[in-house]
């Protein structure tokens, strides 16, 4: 008999003849003469104890028992009754009543059924069945699902209607395979996780993959596929059934946020203008394009604002290019743009543009591309290429606004070094300042040249901790500071001392700029950063005070240089002979730890050696440690020829070495070639603490003076000794020490015991005396005082008749040797 659904009775919709229903036969008369095994099951009531008797019996209401519609027991009729198992318990179950035809006998007369066949099984499980049946039939019906069966051999036994929102597929299905209708790897692709469902068992949970059909390759759909085996209550292996969703657009969103994701943490990592640009292009593909092209309006390069010109357009240079045949983009090019543009669908739907507007500004555009392979932009994702450049264009501002600042720490750190060339007579330097490209701005870096008495010059390098603005402005009071001490005279070791002192106060100073801004109303716009960004380059709060320096003394008449470091590197020596080394430091604390004193290192220097200060940011890298930088350094210098090549060409070579990319720090480089004061352009005579011997001072004086050719000079010279040899003998008593120099200018200089230092004062009508400093300022172009391991020195100094102001690279060792000339 065939397994099929019998029409029943309103409310069923049959039942199925599986075998776990029970089967009764019964003759005309309703009596059971056939008991099937599952009957026996089912009611626990053996075939012996049935056959024979009534099956209204078995009814726990026997005058119950539904009859057949009109009556008439002619066609098969179903229902519901509750009858009474052998256990003693009440089941309710679904039957099915089926008349067999018969000649001759029955109860109905002839023609009637000779007898019936009943079928029966638990409401419960007949319900079940039938939510199985309308389940599976609506789920082939409906068109939000690719619903599939297949085979063993993964051919398709039944689809439903919309096996896949595609074009392409062929009209009949039936005993087709995948790669019938579909791209050969996509096909595979899909197979081969059909197998495996086969092979394991293992469900497969919407695992996707993209459908393209033979048809329509084009860019296809993306499916997500679910499968699970069939098999036979016997456990046989028959086929497996997949579900197949379209989710492309979901996989299309999902794309989307991870490209808008990937763009917010890519885009504004660099303050350069051009470096944002470049991380905008290259963010957009392949994601979103196969082309994208970034163009920013030109004034945003210097950090300005930018305004439409007269006809209302904004001239924007071709910035940066990525993707498919991005090197043929001729970037750098200029081209206008309204200013008003809005975003757009270009002249194809395979381009959009969008403008790069913030803060209510038009900054520039951004366009992309697709190819022909791809498929055309949706409304959807001009969207995200709007937010992508609202979100891009806040980093480019927040860029300009750098660009603008660090233009103006740069422009004013510069205008506090002194010039980068600079000759004298004990030294020719050439400075180099190069600011490391970091978020923070440019540093606290300097250098600095300054001309001392009796010929001497003192080299500083210094380094303020941190970046920005403050520490420009923290570097120029210190530069201040150190020309102001060493304009005074002092040891190396007491200035440093003094400077620390300094810092010290300004590391406690009270910062004003802590305090709120009262004007600020509540409609100013702030800066906008994120809560973990440092603070703008313009934030003078932005680094704590405090700094490294090295101060040299150099001597060109002894030839010697003295020198204190306050947590600085050592400087470096190149002798004339190409040898380096270092000179060995033994470097105090850095500014600001006040209370700890210096060491002074002194150091023979011949003529022609080459002295190298810097900060660290030469030496050391992103990658690298302070003594890498300084072997590195070390090998530069050591090339052939460095010891006597021009100063200018070796700093650049130096600091070529080191790109703006790689500095961990900002670099600051002096390089000073040393000259010598010959011996014979010095005199020295002792002088006896008696006034008779003022005037045997001024003949030796007079006759060194026209031995060297300085006629011109004799007279002032001769008063200026006497006045100041005077007073030391008057004040101080002896010994007296007087000694000239000849070296791009006469200095006369008064050496005594006393520790008091001379002051200028106005003398009255009245007064004898206390004009000698004031005659001395006025026979003089400078003069002043230092204090000696002995006393102190009184100097003076005259420019010498016909002679430059300063001596050249070729030095003071270039002089002619005139002879000695002294008594005594």
Not at 299 to 307: D, K
Not at 520 to 549: H, I
Request: glycine share 10%; aromatic share 4%.
């Amino acid at each position: 008999m065939d397994r099929k659904t019998l029409p029943g009775t309103p409310g069923h919709s049959g039942l199925p003849f599986a075998d776990s229903a029970a089967g009764a036969l019964l003759d005309a008369d309703g009596v059971v003469i056939g008991w099937t095994p599952a009957a026996e099951e089912l009611l626990a009531l053996p075939a012996d104890r049935v056959c024979g008797r009534p099956a209204r019996n078995l009814l726990a209401d026997p005058a119950g028992l539904p009859g057949p519609p009109g009556g008439r027991p002619v066609s098969a009729w179903s229902g519901e009754a509750v009858v009474r198992t052998g256990r003693g318990e009440e089941l309710t179950v679904v039957f099915q009543v089926l008349p067999l035809a018969g000649p001759g006998a029955g109860a109905e007369g002839a023609g009637g059924p000779a007898r019936y066949f009943v079928l029966g099984a638990p409401a419960g499980k007949v319900a079940r069945w039938q939510q199985d049946q309308a389940f599976t039939r609506e789920l082939f019906l409906q068109d939000r699902l690719g619903l599939a069966v297949f085979d063993a051999e993964l051919r398709l036994v039944r689809t439903n209607t919309h096996l896949l929102p595609y074009t392409g597929l062929l009209p009949d299905l039936h005993n087709r395979r995948l790669g019938d209708f579909l791209q050969a790897p996509d096909a595979a692709a899909i197979e081969r996780r059909l197998r495996e469902v086969l092979r394991t068992g293992r469900p497969l949970i919407l695992a996707e993959d993209t459908v393209r059909t033979i048809e329509d390759p084009g860019g296809g759909v993306v499916m997500a596929v679910s499968a699970f085996r069939l098999q036979a209550p016997d456990g046989q292996v028959f086929g497996v059934t997949a579900l197949f969703t379209d989710v492309t657009e979901q996989r299309r969103s999902d794309e989307r946020l991870a490209i808008l994701h990937h763009a917010t943490a890519a885009v504004g990592g660099s303050l350069s203008v051009t470096g944002t640009g470049e991380e905008l292009a290259a963010v957009l593909v392949p994601g979103l394009a196969d082309l994208a092209v970034v163009e920013i309006a030109r004034a945003v390069f210097t950090g300005e604002e930018p305004a439409p010109g007269a006809d209302g357009t904004v001239p924007l240079r071709l910035t940066a290019a990525a993707g498919e045949r991005a090197e043929e983009v001729p970037t750098g090019t200029v081209v206008p743009a309204d200013a008003g543009s809005a975003p757009s669908v270009g002249g194809s739907p395979s381009s959009m543009t969008a403008p790069l507007r913030a803060r209510g500004s038009f900054l520039g555009r951004v366009t992309v591309r697709r190819g022909p392979d791809r498929p055309d932009y949706a409304p959807a994702d001009l969207d995200l290429l709007c937010e992508i450049a609202a979100r891009a264009a806040l980093a480019l501002d927040n860029a300009r606004r750098y660009t603008r600042e660090h233009r103006a720490a740069v422009g004013l750190q510069r205008s506090l070094l002194p010039p980068a060339q600079a000759e004298t007579v004990a030294v020719t330097t050439s400075g180099f300042y190069l600011p490391a490209d970091t978020a923070t701005g440019v540093g606290g870096d300097w250098f600095d040249v300054i001309p001392l008495s009796s010929a001497r010059v003192a080299l500083v390098a210094g380094d303020v901790v941190g970046h920005g603005l403050g520490a420009t402005a923290t570097m120029g009071r210190l530069r201040t500071a150190v020309r102001t001490l060493a304009d005074l005279d002092l040891e190396p070791d007491e200035l440093m001392v003094h400077l620390d002192d300094l810092v010290s106060q300004l590391r406690d100073e009270p910062n004003q700029h802590d305090e709120p801004d009262q004007s600020d109303g509540p409609d100013r716009p702030s800066p906008v950063t994120r809560p973990d960004e440092d603070p703008a380059p313009g934030d003078l709060r932005a680094d704590p005070v405090g700094a490294t320096c090295l101060y040299a003394v150099y001597d060109p008449v002894a030839r010697r240089c003295a020198m204190v470091s306050a947590g600085h590197p050592p400087p470096a020596v190149v002798d004339p002979d190409g040898t380096v080394s270092y000179v060995p430091l033994n470097p105090g604390p850095p500014l600001g730890v006040n209370g700890l004193p210096f060491e002074v290192t002194e150091v023979e220097l011949a003529p022609g050696s080459l002295l190298v200060l810097y900060t660290d940011g030469l030496i050391e890298g992103r990658d690298s440690d302070l003594d890498e930088g300084m072997a590195e350094l070390s090998r530069r210098l050591a090339r052939p020829g460095a010891a006597t090549a021009p100063l200018r060409e070796l700093g650049q070579e130096i600091i070529s070495a080191r790109p703006a990319h790689q500095l961990a720090d900002d670099v600051t480089l002096l390089l000073a070639r040393t000259h010598a004061v010959p011996a014979g352009n010095t005199a020295v005579w002792p002088v006896a603490a008696d006034p008779a011997a003022v005037s045997r001072l001024r003949q030796d004086a007079a006759q060194q003076l026209r031995a060297w050719g300085l006629e011109e000079l004799v007279f002032t010279t001769e008063l200026v000794l006497s006045e100041l040899v005077t007073n030391a003998i008057r004040h101080a008593g002896g010994p007296v020490e007087v000694r000239l120099i000849r070296a791009g200018q006469l200095t006369c200089e008064v050496s005594d015991p006393s520790a008091t230092q001379p002051r200028m004062r106005r003398a009255l009508l009245t007064d004898e005396g206390g004009r000698g400093l004031y005659l001395v300022a006025q026979l003089t172009t400078r003069w002043g005082s230092r204090y000696t391991r002995r006393g102190k020195t009184i100097w003076a100094e005259q420019p010498i008749p016909d002679a430059p102001g300063e001596v050249g690279e070729a030095g003071a060792q270039d002089m002619p040797d005139v002879p000695d000339v002294r008594n005594g």
